[in-house]
C-alpha cells in the first residue's frame, strides 16, 4: 500500500503571496489532518478533514484553510503569507474506526520557505 | 482546548541507559496518548500509544505510563542504543481525530 504522499516536497515564496499544499492520503483513509512544524514548537494541529467536511480547526488565523475532495485527497492553501509561515507542513491520514487504532500515517512534508 | 507539555526538550544518554520522557495535558476528557519518533529528515511515525483505560503498555524496549488522576503519561526507553536518537513527540487526544502535541524532545545516545 503507498504511503501518504505531499506535493510539493519544497517551495520558495515572498511575502504576501499565496500557496497551494496537497495530500493524498493512504487508500481507504478518509481522515486527513495537518499539521505546521517549526523548531521548538512541535506540531502544531492546523485542520482535520472527513468525508469532505472540515470537521476540526486548531487556533490558526483564517489565512489558512483547506479542504478535501471526493477522493480523500486535501489541498491546504495559505493567502497572504508572512515571514513566520516559513515551517515544515505536515499531513496525515488515518483509518477511521479501525480496530488497530487511529494510528495517524505522516507524509513527508512540504518545506515552505517565505522570502 | 487540550494542552500537552513535554519535558525534556533535549535528552543525552549513554548507550544502554534508560531514557525517561514526560508528558502533562489539560483536558481530564483526553483518552488517547501515542508517541511518535521523528529521524532527522523523516517524517513522524508511531512507536507506542495508550488509551485511557489502560495505565501501562510495553512493546520491548519500550514502555508508556500514564497516570489520569495526575493527567501526565511517560514514554520509558531501556537499553537505549544509537538508532534510538531522534525526536521524540507525545500527543493527547480526546475523540481520535485532533490530536495536541507536545514541542517534542531530542534524544541523543552516545555511543
Known amino acids: 500500500k503507498a504511503g501518504v504522499t505531499q506535493t510539493p516536497r519544497y517551495l520558495i515564496k515572498t511575502r504576501g503571496q499565496q500557496v497551494t499544499l496537497s495530500c493524498s492520503p493512504i487508500?481507504?483513509?478518509?481522515?486527513v489532518s495537518w499539521y505546521q512544524q517549526t523548531p521548538g514548537q512541535g506540531l502544531q494541529f492546523l485542520f482535520e478533514?472527513?468525508?469532505?467536511?472540515?470537521?476540526n480547526k486548531g487556533n490558526f488565523p483564517g489565512r489558512f484553510s483547506g479542504r478535501q475532495f471526493s477522493n480523500s485527497r486535501s489541498e491546504m492553501n495559505v493567502s497572504t503569507l508572512e515571514l513566520g509561515d516559513s515551517a515544515l507542513y505536515l499531513c496525515?491520514?488515518?483509518?477511521?474506526?479501525?480496530?488497530?487504532?487511529?494510528?495517524?500515517?505522516f507524509g513527508p512534508g512540504t518545506r515552505l520557505t517565505v522570502l | 482546548g487540550e494542552n500537552v507539555e513535554q519535558h525534556p526538550s533535549t535528552l543525552s544518554v549513554q548507550e544502554g541507559d534508560s531514557a525517561v520522557i514526560k508528558c502533562t495535558y489539560s483536558?481530564?476528557?483526553?483518552?488517547?496518548f501515542p508517541w511518535y519518533k521523528q529521524e532527522l529528515g523523516k517524517r513522524p511515525q508511531l512507536i507506542i500509544d495508550?488509551?485511557?483505560?489502560?495505565g501501562e503498555k510495553k512493546d520491548q524496549r519500550i514502555a508508556v505510563t500514564l497516570n489520569k488522576t495526575a493527567k501526565h503519561f511517560s514514554l520509558h526507553i531501556t537499553e537505549t542504543q544509537p538508532e534510538d536518537s531522534a525526536v521524540y513527540f507525545c500527543?493527547?487526544?480526546?475523540?481520535?481525530?485532533?490530536?495536541?502535541f507536545g514541542s517534542g524532545t531530542k534524544l541523543n545516545v552516545k555511543p
Open positions: 496525515a491520514s488515518s483509518l477511521e474506526g479501525s480496530l488497530a487504532g487511529p494510528e495517524q500515517f
Open positions: 478533514y472527513f468525508s469532505e467536511t472540515q470537521r
Open positions: 500527543a493527547a487526544s480526546r475523540d481520535f481525530n485532533k490530536f495536541y
Open positions: 495508550i488509551r485511557s483505560n489502560v
Open positions: 487508500s481507504g483513509h478518509r481522515s
Open positions: 483536558d481530564s476528557a483526553s483518552n488517547y
